[in-house]
């Protein structure tokens, strides 16, 4: 039969837009984790308890099981006890303490700008680590070393929970770590093609007189068109444009459309939501993404489509 195998390392990129509310639901789950690595050390010590016995009992044969677990806890890796949360900015200061709960309510984060997010729990040979950082994709990574299987299901449940009820959508996902893709040759395209469609004077003229040439092809010629027609040719043929017409250049109205649209577009596509731990200085920051995403994945594309499709229904 086939084993399952846990991983004991999770990465999903960002943005992870976390407010004060996500946090406090991070904070009560890794207080659960903490209780079930708590749970699991019990259970290395006394199997670590059992195999030493034997060799403990030769030097004391009167011992007991509570002194061979105060000689085992002394001894590495079972001395190892921590639980650290930090909270760094980008100039390097750091609040620290031992939980997501006690951060908040530390009375520092008013005026702090956090940028990252640290959380340690090491307790004899298991460990756990978690780490959301506003660098480089602004990834939320977590790292577990656990032998037993329950615990390691029990610790991903927990934790996998409040990944899905939090984490960034595909959609976002791609636009922030895709845009510069797509913003940067936008821009290009914004600033170069307007300049070369760009019709001159003599251009629109030539546009004019065909039209009224059109027209009297429409009309047909006859005895009082002729020389109408005969004046247009010689115009078109020559390229004439007249003295006193406007030799100012304009912008046809579909490519002004056009780069319109495409403004927009560069827009929306530049101002790219970023992973956020939204507290203190940064809790204005996280409301505004918030709001920012469901404008640009929500509001905008049902502009756009309810009355296309309302008109087909109808």
């Not at 016995?53 to 011992?63: T, V």
């Not at 927990?158 to 040759?185: A, C, D, E, G, M």
């Amino acid at each position: 039969m086939g084993q399952l195998i846990i991983p004991n390392e999770i990465s999903i990129k960002g943005p992870w837009i976390l407010e004060s509310s996500q946090l406090e639901e991070l904070g009560e789950a890794l207080n659960e984790i903490n209780d079930k690595i708590d749970e699991a050390y019990e259970i290395e010590l006394d199997r670590q308890i059992e195999e030493e016995l034997p060799s403990l009992a030769k030097w004391n044969e009167k011992i007991t099981k509570d002194e061979a677990r105060i000689e085992v806890e002394k001894r590495y890796p079972f001395r190892k006890r921590e639980r650290e949360t930090t909270l760094t900015s980008k100039d390097g200061k750091r609040i620290k303490d031992s939980s997501v709960i006690n951060i908040l309510k530390d009375k520092n984060v008013i005026d702090f700008k956090p940028s990252s997010l640290q959380v340690e729990i090491e307790k004899g040979p298991i460990s756990f680590k978690l780490e959301v950082s506003s660098k480089f994709d602004g990834e939320l990574q977590t790292r577990m070393s656990i032998r037993d299987d329950k615990y390691s299901n029990e610790i991903n449940y927990i934790l996998n929970k409040w990944i899905r009820k939090n984490k960034p959508n595909s959609i976002v996902q791609f636009w922030s770590s895709t845009y510069q893709y797509f913003v940067f040759p936008l821009f290009f395209m914004l600033l170069f093609v307007p300049l070369m469609l760009v019709k001159s004077g003599k251009n629109n003229y030539q546009d004019k007189l065909k039209v009224e040439g059109i027209e009297i092809l429409k009309n047909e010629i006859d005895d009082s068109n002729r020389n109408k027609a005969i004046e247009l040719i010689l115009k078109l043929e020559t390229d004439y444009v007249p003295v006193d017409y406007s030799n100012k250049g304009n912008m046809d109205s579909t490519i002004y459309k056009i780069w319109l649209y495409g403004f927009i577009c560069l827009v929306l596509l530049a101002i790219r939501p970023k992973t956020v731990i939204g507290i203190g200085k940064k809790s204005r920051l996280a409301w505004f993404y918030k709001k920012w995403i469901y404008i640009v994945t929500v509001f905008i594309p049902l502009t756009i489509l309810l009355p296309i499709i309302k008109a087909k229904i109808l």
